[in-house]
């Protein structure tokens, strides 16, 4: 379903927008702090943007589909620099005090000024045709573990194994150049449980007693992310007679898969027969969320989104972006699940974990 330019707020969550609901998980500042001096979280988290500079810039270099792309890529360097340095001396400038959505906001604003719209796109194609010659195997491989809480867990380890492809993260994008990244040795890998937050067996008590009737997940990465993480995951709840509607953003940031650009990956994934390895997606739904930036406010999302997801009885947001570093603490009147990897070191002290530590929140809604 196309979007339309209009945004309304997210029908499922409990509290008032007007109130309430604070997309941002991490508070750079206080109320007591002085609004003319930025605070140490504030330069911290600012610094943290400042380190991606470079990889960024080097996407951008690299961007075949623009003119000059070195050039620009330099004025993108130096003006959002700039920026983030304004903003270290007055934290109320460019729309300040900064929190994680302004400051991605302000990147994908100057990127957009100097003329670039996707720096990320050839490798996330690249990525994309990877995984989708690996998702038969991978599903030929859960759907063999004949346990159902078992298959459960493996399709969980996949999404987090999945989201470790995230160029946002300037060390993350440091070691998929350098390595690249194997899907089924990140799924292997992963920290051992117990998890930073880790309600996965709780959650598997309702997966065998429970069923929902609809889904809405909020979807994050191009490649192993969505193919071989998350549409296994969506797989399974389809299987399962689950309604599932997935949320991709209008416009690229990062490396996270667009709206458009899901729609042409499940279509390649189906099979002759128009399924998903034998599972039928009639019931598989992709909407576009309205949203432009690797985090999400909530506040506002498409009217297309808010229409499928009225009458949904869970939501899953998925990534550090929307599921950890904003939305962490946002209630819904619906069960619902945050899912992703820590993948900053500031996100891993905030929440007493590791870095590359998982995040699986799961909250039940009494009927």
């Given at each position: 379903?196309?979007?339309?330019?209009?945004?309304?707020?997210?029908?499922?969550?409990?509290?008032?927008?007007?109130?309430?609901?604070?997309?941002?998980?991490?508070?750079?500042?206080?109320?007591?702090?002085?609004?003319?001096?930025?605070?140490?979280?504030?330069?911290?988290?600012?610094?943290?943007?400042?380190?991606?500079?470079?990889?960024?810039?080097?996407?951008?270099?690299?961007?075949?589909?623009?003119?000059?792309?070195?050039?620009?890529?330099?004025?993108?360097?130096q003006r959002y620099g700039e920026i983030l340095?304004?903003?270290?001396?007055?934290?109320?400038?460019?729309?300040?005090?900064?929190?994680?959505?302004?400051?991605?906001?302000?990147?994908?604003?100057?990127?957009?000024?100097?003329?670039?719209?996707?720096?990320?796109?050839?490798?996330?194609?690249?990525?994309?045709?990877?995984?989708?010659?690996?998702?038969?195997?991978?599903?030929?491989?859960?759907?063999?573990?004949?346990?159902?809480?078992?298959?459960?867990?493996?399709?969980?380890?996949?999404?987090?194994?999945?989201?470790?492809?995230?160029?946002?993260?300037?060390?993350?994008?440091?070691?998929?150049?350098?390595?690249?990244?194997?899907?089924?040795?990140?799924?292997?890998?992963?920290?051992?449980?117990?998890?930073?937050?880790?309600?996965?067996?709780?959650?598997?008590?309702?997966?065998?007693?429970?069923s929902w009737k609809k889904a809405i997940i909020?979807?994050?990465?191009?490649?192993?992310?969505?193919?071989?993480?998350?549409?296994?995951?969506?797989?399974?709840?389809?299987?399962?007679?689950?309604?599932?509607?997935?949320?991709?953003?209008?416009?690229?940031?990062?490396?996270?898969?667009?709206?458009?650009?899901?729609?042409?990956?499940?279509?390649?994934?189906?099979?002759?027969?128009?399924?998903?390895?034998?599972?039928?997606?009639?019931?598989?739904?992709?909407?576009?969320?309205?949203?432009?930036?690797?985090?999400?406010?909530?506040?506002?999302?498409?009217?297309?989104?808010?229409?499928?997801?009225?009458?949904?009885?869970?939501?899953?947001?998925?990534?550090?972006?929307?599921?950890?570093?904003?939305?962490?603490?946002?209630?819904?009147?619906?069960?619902?699940?945050?899912?992703?990897?820590?993948?900053?070191?500031?996100?891993?002290?905030?929440?007493?974990?590791?870095?590359?530590?998982?995040?699986?929140?799961?909250?039940?809604?009494?009927?």
């Amino acid at each position: 379903m196309e979007s339309s330019s209009e945004m309304v707020p997210f029908p499922l969550l409990t509290t008032p927008i007007e109130s309430n609901y604070r997309a941002c998980t991490i508070p750079y500042r206080f109320p007591s702090d002085n609004p003319n001096l930025p605070t140490p979280s504030e330069i911290s988290w600012i610094n943290v943007y400042v380190s991606s500079i470079p990889s960024f810039k080097k996407r951008a270099e690299s961007d075949e589909t623009v003119p000059d792309a070195k050039g620009r890529a330099e004025k993108f360097a130096q003006r959002y620099g700039e920026i983030l340095e304004d903003l270290k001396t007055d934290p109320e400038s460019h729309g300040g005090p900064p929190d994680v959505i302004l400051l991605c906001r302000l990147r994908e604003q100057v990127l957009r000024e100097v003329g670039f719209r996707d720096v990320f796109k050839k490798v996330k194609d690249e990525e994309n045709a990877k995984a989708i010659s690996l998702f038969p195997a991978v599903i030929n491989l859960n759907d063999a573990i004949e346990d159902s809480e078992d298959r459960l867990e493996t399709l969980v380890r996949g999404i987090f194994a999945g989201n470790i492809f995230d160029l946002g993260a300037a060390q993350l994008a440091e070691v998929f150049s350098k390595d690249g990244l194997s899907f089924l040795a990140s799924r292997q890998n992963l920290v051992p449980r117990p998890w930073v937050i880790d309600d996965l067996e709780t959650f598997k008590l309702k997966w065998t007693n429970k069923s929902w009737k609809k889904a809405i997940i909020f979807v994050d990465n191009s490649g192993a992310d969505i193919i071989l993480g998350i549409l296994p995951f969506a797989r399974e709840l389809l299987r399962r007679g689950t309604q599932v509607v997935l949320a991709a953003n209008d416009l690229p940031s990062i490396n996270d898969v667009t709206y458009t650009e899901l729609v042409e990956i499940v279509s390649k994934l189906k099979d002759e027969n128009g399924q998903l390895m034998g599972v039928d997606i009639t019931n598989l739904f992709i909407v576009n969320s309205g949203n432009d930036l690797p985090v999400i406010d909530l506040s506002r999302v498409s009217q297309e989104l808010a229409y499928l997801a009225s009458d949904a009885d869970l939501v899953i947001m998925e990534g550090n972006g929307r599921g950890i570093e904003t939305n962490l603490y946002a209630q819904f009147n619906c069960d619902s699940i945050n899912i992703g990897l820590v993948k900053h070191p500031e996100v891993a002290q905030f929440l007493g974990g590791r870095l590359y530590d998982c995040v699986f929140k799961y909250k039940e809604v009494s009927s």
